[in-house]
């Protein structure tokens, strides 16, 4: 059963070119939620995976046998690949974990920065307006919601870009996407592979609300043009902001505006066939994971003497 445990470990790397395939032949909201969920899924297993082949390593040592009130040795395969699975495992949750605890205090300092700016400013419903010459628009969550917006932006767009740029942004809000963006930063620490799929991920959140903006404005030409202005006079200057406060500029935006420009794809049986294979890896991560860790607890049992062999 520990073999099992080396299926949650492999199967991110099988993600990425799936997740882009979603992307390219789905509805953008349809692939961030598709893409989103199965990234979680395999994120947690292999969290959950290393964590086993720790146990394991452990309860080979005499003092945690003891502190298990093991009766009898420990079987859980071959010491030639435990003990280095187990070694393996020890390192890569730590760094996990030191990359988790970083840039989680590193997004709280910027969100109370972020945040503590705009409570300074007035607001007219859900816009704050910063006297700053440089350009950028970003959407901040919290209590109440609000979208933040320099002068040097206004002045960068024209009126009916900054309706198209206020309805990219409301959508953000609108959508919970902070949530997914901070899922992706999360799991991207979480398995080297699944980083390819938090960019994934965070050009999703901007297709969605870019889609959603061109619905409310009418025009996707419109729309097209004011992300692209947007988005090149945002590159003149950056505030300190959380990543997971999506901003107009997130994502490869000539990839962005090309989307918004073409005609949108008919769904064809391929559709089908990405959906089917990406929610197949999850599934089987989350089964090959769950089996594992299960007949880590029966061995457990077993060496107890709760348990028959």
Avoid: K
């Amino acid at each position: 059963m520990t073999f099992l445990l080396l299926v949650p470990l492999a199967l991110p790397f099988a993600t990425p070119p799936l997740a882009r395939r979603a992307l390219a032949r789905l509805a953008p909201s349809t692939a961030l939620w598709l893409v989103a969920g199965s990234t979680l899924v395999l994120a947690f297993c292999s969290l959950t995976a290393l964590g086993a082949f720790v146990l394991t390593g452990l309860l080979q040592l005499p003092l945690f046998a003891a502190l298990g009130a093991l009766v009898r040795p420990f079987r859980a395969g071959s010491d030639l690949f435990v003990v280095p699975a187990a070694a393996f495992s020890v390192g890569a949750l730590a760094v996990c974990l030191w990359a988790v605890a970083h840039a989680v205090l590193r997004q709280a300092r910027a969100f109370r920065a972020a945040t503590s700016e705009a409570d300074r400013r007035s607001t007219a419903g859900d816009l704050c307006v910063i006297d700053a010459p440089h350009p950028e628009a970003y959407a901040l969550p919290g209590r109440p919601h609000r979208i933040v917006v320099t002068t040097g932006m206004l002045r960068s767009l024209g009126p009916d870009e900054r309706e198209a740029l206020f309805a990219h942004e409301r959508a953000h809000n609108a959508g919970g996407h902070h949530y997914f963006l901070a899922l992706a930063e999360l799991a991207g620490h979480c398995h080297p592979a699944l980083r390819t799929a938090a960019a994934v991920i965070r050009l999703a959140v901007e297709r969605t609300a870019d889609e959603a903006a061109a619905v409310v404005v009418g025009d996707r030409r419109l729309t097209a043009r004011a992300i692209g202005r947007a988005a090149l006079a945002a590159r003149a200057g950056h505030r300190e902001r959380p990543s997971f406060a999506a901003a107009v500029n997130t994502g490869p935006v000539p990839q962005r505006v090309a989307a918004l420009l073409a005609t949108p794809r008919t769904p064809h049986r391929a559709v089908s066939w990405i959906t089917a294979l990406l929610v197949a890896c999850a599934a089987l991560s989350a089964c090959a994971s769950a089996t594992g860790v299960i007949g880590f607890h029966h061995q457990v049992e077993v060496a107890q003497g709760e348990a028959a062999r």
